[in-house]
């Protein structure tokens, strides 16, 4: 259905306030002013989101930030959708493998935080479906993003 970015990104935010508070993490959301409706799977793409901010939450310590950001791609052909976190990170060895099914890094560190390792693999299929591509870059220590890219042109609706 068609959709508004600003709102649905405003909207996952706001599912996150009370763990960001608790963990006194700072979220904020941000839309290229140019982007207004896109024609996307409300309910699947909110899944993918959750799983992205709820990773973020997970693996970011206390007072740390979180930011959202829709920005459209070079070729204006795509909305390129971020996560962006100031958490952990994830060892350099392990990037090639994190899409994978019930792939987790170490489990000494994963094992309290609760999760199967599902979730990045079901966003990757996910966005997929929408004829879009997700990928992770993250530096040990400093910080992830994950950025994932839907079509803004599709049948039956065109960006506004
Ligand atoms: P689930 O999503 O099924 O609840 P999960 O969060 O462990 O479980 P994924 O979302 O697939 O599974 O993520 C796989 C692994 O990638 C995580 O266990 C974690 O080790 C690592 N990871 C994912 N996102 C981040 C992030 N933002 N910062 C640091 N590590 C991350
Ligand atoms: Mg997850």
Redesign the pocket.
């Given at each position: 259905q068609q959709t508004n970015i600003q709102d649905m990104l405003d909207e996952v935010a706001d599912r996150f306030s009370f763990q960001l508070r608790q963990k006194s993490i700072t979220a904020k959301v941000k839309v290229d002013r140019s982007i207004k409706q896109v024609w996307l799977d409300r309910d699947q793409i909110d899944q993918v989101l959750d799983?992205?901010v709820?990773?973020?939450v997970?693996?970011?310590s206390d007072g740390g930030s979180i930011s959202i950001t829709a920005m459209k791609s070079k070729d204006k052909a795509y909305v390129e959708i971020s996560v962006q976190?100031t958490?952990?990170?994830?060892p350099a060895k392990?990037l090639s493998r994190?899409?994978d099914r019930f792939?987790?890094?170490?489990k000494a560190?994963?094992r309290n935080?609760?999760?199967?390792?599902?979730?990045?693999?079901i966003?990757r299929e996910i966005v997929k479906h929408h004829g879009g591509k997700i990928m992770?870059e993250?530096e040990l220590n400093v910080?992830?993003t994950?950025t994932f890219s839907l079509p803004l042109l599709q049948e039956g609706g065109d960006a506004k």
């Open positions: 799983n992205l709820s990773n973020a997970k693996y970011t976190d958490g952990i990170g994830i392990d994190i899409f792939y987790r890094v170490d560190r994963s935080m609760g999760g199967t390792g599902l979730g990045l693999s966003a992770l993250s910080g992830t994950v």
